[in-house]
C-alpha cells in the first residue's frame, strides 16, 4: 500500500494498487469465522433442546441467538468479499469500507434487537408470565459462557487490531499521525475495524442480556421479584440501543467520507509550516480500517515547488496511503 503523489506539473502514471484492508483483516476474518461456528452451535444445541423438552425459554433463546449468529455471519462474509476484490479495478479506492457498510448493517440489526426486547419487557410488565426460573437460568449461564469464549476470541482483535502495517511505507516515516482522539484510554491512530467491532458489540450485547436475566431470574426465585425481570430487559434494551447508535453513529461517518479532523489538522499545519504556499482545498476520508486518502490543493506564493518538496511535509502522518497533491 504506497502512497502516491501527483500535481497538475508533474502526474505520474505510475501503476499501483489499492489494497487500503487493514493490517489485521486476515486474522479477523478467522476470529469472526470461529465465534459464528460457536454462536451457531449454541444456536442448534438450544433450539433442538427446546423441542425436545418442550421448554419455551430454550425455543426463545435459541432464535434470540439465531438473530446473533446472522448478524456475526454478515460480519465474515464481508471479511471475506473485501479479500477477494481486493484488487478489483471496479472498486476506486479498493474494499477496505466493505466492513463498515456490514458494521452499519449489524448496528441496524443491533438496534431492531434492541426495540423487540424492550416491546417485549414492558409487555411482560403488565401481563407477568410463568417463568421456570431453574431451567432459564441454566440457560443463561451456558449463554454467557459461550458469549465470554466469543468475547475473548473477538476482543484480542478489537483491543490490538490497530496494528500498523508499516512495510509499504517508501514515502514517509512512521511517526504519530497527530490524532487527539482518545476513546479507546490510549493514543488514536485513525484506525478501526468497524467490521469486528460490530460483531464484538453483538457478543456484548448477548452477554448483557445473560448477565441481566441471570440477576433478574435469581432475584424472582429467592426474593419473589417477579418486576426484575421485564425491567432488567428494558434496561437492556436500553443500553444495546445505545451501543447500536454509537457504531451506527461511527461507521455512517466512514460510508459517508467525513472528513478526519486530526488528519486534516496536522495536514493543514505541515502543508502551511513553511509560508510559501497557501492551502485553498482539503479533502482527508477513509478508505479502510488502517488508510485515509486526500486530495490538497495549494497555491503557491513564489515560485512553483517540485511536488518531491511537498510531499516531505506530510512526513508523519502515517496512516495517509492515498494522497493526491495540486499546485495551482
Known sequence: ????????????????????????????????RLVVMLTAAMMVGEIVAGYATGSMALLADGFH????????????????????????????FGTGKVGDLAGFASALVLALIALAIGVESLVRLFTPATVAFGEATVIAVIGLAVNIASAALLGHGHDHGHGHDHSHHHDHHDDDDNDTDHRHGHHHHAHGDNNLRSAYVHVLADALTSVLAILALLAARY??????????????????????????????????????GGIASAVR???????????????????????????????????PLATPVLRDRLNGIESLRHVTIEQH
Open 223 to 260: 426474593l419473589g421479584w417477579v418486576w426484575l425481570d421485564p425491567v432488567m430487559g428494558i434496561v437492556g434494551g436500553l443500553v444495546i440501543a445505545r451501543w447500536a447508535w454509537t457504531l451506527m453513529q461511527d461507521t455512517a461517518a466512514v460510508l459517508l467520507d467525513r472528513t478526519h
Open 65 to 92: 441467538m439465531a438473530t446473533h449468529a446472522g448478524a456475526l455471519s454478515v460480519a465474515a462474509l464481508a471479511y471475506a468479499y473485501a479479500r477477494r476484490h481486493t484488487h478489483n479495478p471496479a472498486f476506486s
Open 269 to 303: 499545519a505541515k502543508m502551511n509550516a513553511a509560508g510559501d504556499v497557501q492551502l485553498t482545498d482539503l479533502h482527508v476520508w477513509r478508505i479502510g480500517p488502517d488508510a485515509h486518502a486526500a486530495i490538497i490543493s495549494v497555491r503557491t506564493l513564489g515560485a
Open 1 to 32: 500500500m504506497s502512497t502516491h503523489y501527483s500535481d497538475t506539473l508533474a502526474v505520474s502514471a505510475a501503476a499501483h494498487d489499492h489494497d487500503f484492508l487493514g493490517a489485521a483483516h486476515d486474522a479477523n476474518a478467522r476470529r469472526t
